[in-house]
T-cell receptor, first 112, second 113 residues
Framework: GESVGLHLPTLSVQEGDNSIINCAYSNSASDYFIWYKQESGKGPQFIIDIRSNMDKRQGQRVTVLLNKTVKHLSLQIAATQPGDSAVYFCAENLDTGNQFYFGTGTSLTVIP | ETGVTQSPTHLIKTRGQQVTLRCSSQSGHNTVSWYQQALGQGPQFIFQYYREEENGRGNFPPRFSGLQFPNYSSELNVNALELDDSALYLC????????????FGQGTRLTVV
């Protein structure tokens, strides 16, 4: 979804636990999605992507799930580590467009 | 590291001045997009350049302009700077624009005083 305000959702997890970060996207015509990780003072870092013809994609320690019916995207991080602490953004891309729309982001804090 | 580099990393300008930010795209990428990220918010699309032409623009006034060069590097120019232009400016490079992986640089932090 597009950025709707200044209140950043937060998530705190214990080191070693699994994390789930959710994102509601806004446009049913969006057909490509990327999850980005952004650490303080740095640019967004590509984590994983998924196209609308898939409902699940796995990477190293990360899984993205896509539910087009309810326009929902989630990022699962297995065995969360302190280095995973960052703000996570989902970004959607329309099949006819060239820009990514970013959500507000979720701040993940991993407690050692 | 993505291979996308931006310069400068930090910049302080006075209201009313003009600024030029630069971006070198990742090797093999021909498309550069610029985003503005205000504190605590997600990046907002400014515009995209593909094969040296503007290829889409977000909701930004004409005083935001850009260029892309034959080597696919790009510039973002902002005229008549306003205090609200203070933000992190991000460049993303990709191959062929829509529906492909986009990799970001580390950004330029612009402060307008």
């Amino acid at each position: 979804g597009e950025s709707v305000g200044l209140h950043l959702p937060t998530l705190s997890v214990q080191e070693g636990d699994n994390s789930i970060i959710n994102c509601a996207y806004s446009n049913s015509a969006s057909d490509y999605f990327i999850w980005y990780k952004q650490e303080s003072g740095k640019g967004p870092q590509f984590i994983i992507d998924i196209r609308s013809n898939m409902d699940k994609r796995q990477g190293q320690r990360v899984t993205v799930l896509l539910n087009k019916t309810v326009k929902h995207l989630s990022l699962q991080i297995a065995a969360t580590q302190p280095g995973d602490s960052a703000v996570y953004f989902c970004a959607e891309n329309l099949d006819t467009g060239n820009q990514f729309y970013f959500g507000t982001g979720t701040s993940l804090t991993v407690i050692p | 590291e993505t291979g996308v580099t931006q310069s400068p990393t930090h910049l302080i300008k006075t209201r009313g001045q003009q600024v030029t930010l630069r971006c070198s795209s990742q090797s093999g990428h021909n498309t550069v997009s610029w985003y503005q990220q205000a504190l605590g918010q997600g990046p907002q699309f400014i515009f995209q350049y593909y094969r040296e032409e503007e290829n889409g623009r977000g909701n930004f006034p004409p005083r935001f302009s850009g260029l892309q060069f034959p080597n696919y590097s790009s510039e973002l120019n902002v005229n008549a700077l306003e205090l609200d232009d203070s933000a992190l400016y991000l460049c993303a490079s990709s191959f062929e624009g829509a529906g492909t992986e986009a990799f970001f640089g580390q950004g330029t932090r612009l402060t307008v005083v």
